[in-house]
């Protein structure tokens, strides 16, 4: 399986931003996906994830903020970032998981200045 991000960037405080991550590879059996994030200094932590039934999960942090979503003729997962805080900055990691493991992204920046 294979993932990539896309969509980071610069944005202002109050902004909003949309990342897709596409699979590719052996994505049949994938159960969930996710959005994970990891600031400077930090933990990488759990955004956001999606399971192949469509069934969501939140951080406290985001909810109401962020929505995910997926694009099964696409292959594609997307994080709807609104209302955006200088805290969301931070490398966004799209994850997925299947019955042999867990794979990751390369990442993508997300700066939010205030």
């Known amino acids: 399986v294979q993932l990539v991000e896309s969509g980071g960037g610069l944005v202002q405080a109050g902004g909003s931003l949309r990342l897709s991550c596409a699979a590719s590879g052996s994505i049949g059996s994938i159960f969930v996906m996710g959005w994970h994030r990891q600031a400077p200094g930090k933990q990488r932590e759990l955004v956001a994830g999606i399971t192949s039934g469509d069934s969501t999960n939140y951080a406290d942090s985001v909810k109401g903020r962020f929505t995910i979503s997926r694009d099964n003729a696409k292959n594609t997962v997307y994080l709807q970032m609104n209302s955006l805080k200088p805290e969301d900055t931070a490398i966004y990691y799209c994850?997925?998981?299947?019955?042999?493991?867990?794979?990751w992204g390369q990442g993508t920046q997300v700066t939010v200045s205030s």
């Open positions: 994850n997925a998981h299947d019955m042999t493991g867990g794979y």
